[in-house]
């Protein structure tokens, strides 16, 4: 149904009552339909519940179609979502697994980790067994909002229901870790993913990273990223950028001049106040030749370097 014939469908569906003509199921389903692509979920809902009163069962295709439709509204408030949720069950719709993932991804993105939680509580109660996918987004809504007590009692949970973790879910629990300063617990979690053959990938080693050199231990990192070439891991932008503002923060201007190139050589681009503070660090030291290469072969790649880095070489 186009959008706007959806005008005309009030004044037929009066018509239609005044004239005594029962709309057939496949009517309402059409409509509810073309309701969801445009985004008036409310209208669908109640078109749902004319349908119910009409004397038709309740399809379950329909409203897990208005479900999906719900969790992809943007302007949705958490609150109203729960609301509509509810009301579906209400009118005795069963939910399947695709729809409580539908509602818990929503719930998640909107910051709400503890009402994912909860519905993944109720989830159970329906007699539904929740994947691994289920449990990690639940995992990554709890620990943005910083609940890592739970957290640890939900991974412990999926363990004991004999779910197995893959790397997305050891990631959202290194990155826990992480936010907790645990950097041993982290780097034991990746070491227990390689024994259990789950392969850790660039996400995995960025978030140790960026821990690391947020914490000033360089060392470390440099050592991560050694092991990380080791093992295969191709490091990405998000991984030269971290590099280098833990390299510039240690004032190790020689060796982030160094990685610089080699992120330029792969059309990697910084960030132009790190490329700024590394043309400063090394015309300091005395390198204004090196800082003069450096600036040509940005330009060269990319853009024009910032007026700091354009300003040190004279200074």
């Not at 973790?165 to 907790?180: A, F, R, S, W």
């Not at 978030?207 to 690391?212: D, E, M, N, V």
């Not at 080791?230 to 990405?236: A, D, I, S, T």
Request: proline letters at 2%.
């Amino acid at each position: 149904m186009k959008r706007e014939c959806l005008k005309m469908a009030p004044q037929v569906l009066l018509k239609s009552l005044h004239m005594n003509i029962r709309m057939e199921e496949s009517t309402f389903r059409i409509l509810i339909k073309a309701l969801c692509r445009i985004k008036r979920i409310d209208s669908a809902i109640q078109i749902q519940k004319y349908m119910i009163d009409d004397g038709y069962s309740l399809d379950g295709k329909t409203c897990s179609l208005i479900m999906s439709s719900l969790c992809e509204q943007s302007k949705l408030t958490s609150v109203e979502a729960i609301s509509i949720w509810e009301e579906m069950r209400k009118l005795g719709f069963c939910l399947g697994i695709i729809d409580y993932s539908n509602m818990i991804k929503f719930l998640v993105k909107a910051g709400k980790g503890m009402d994912a939680f909860n519905i993944l509580n109720q989830m159970k109660l329906d007699q539904i067994k929740p994947d691994i996918v289920c449990y990690t987004m639940v995992l990554s809504g709890i620990i943005a909002e910083g609940n890592y007590r739970k957290a640890d009692e939900l991974f412990d949970e999926l363990l004991v229901l004999g779910l197995v973790p893959d790397v997305y879910t050891y990631n959202v629990c290194i990155n826990g870790l992480c936010k907790q300063n645990k950097m041993e617990a982290a780097v034991e979690m990746v070491t227990y993913m390689e024994e259990l053959d789950c392969k850790p990938n660039v996400v995995t080693c960025n978030t140790l990273l960026g821990a690391l050199c947020k914490s000033g231990e360089v060392n470390k990192a440099r050592d991560l990223v050694r092991k990380m070439r080791m093992r295969g891991v191709e490091l990405n932008l998000h991984t030269y950028r971290i590099m280098l503002d833990g390299l510039v923060g240690k004032a190790e201007f020689i060796e982030a001049c160094a990685l610089l190139e080699e992120m330029l050589d792969k059309c990697f681009y910084p960030q132009s106040s790190t490329f700024d503070n590394i043309i400063s660090g090394i015309c300091q030291k005395g390198l204004v030749d090196k800082a003069h290469e450096l600036k040509k072969k940005m330009v060269a790649k990319y853009s024009s370097p910032g007026a700091t880095a354009c300003a040190a070489p004279l200074l």
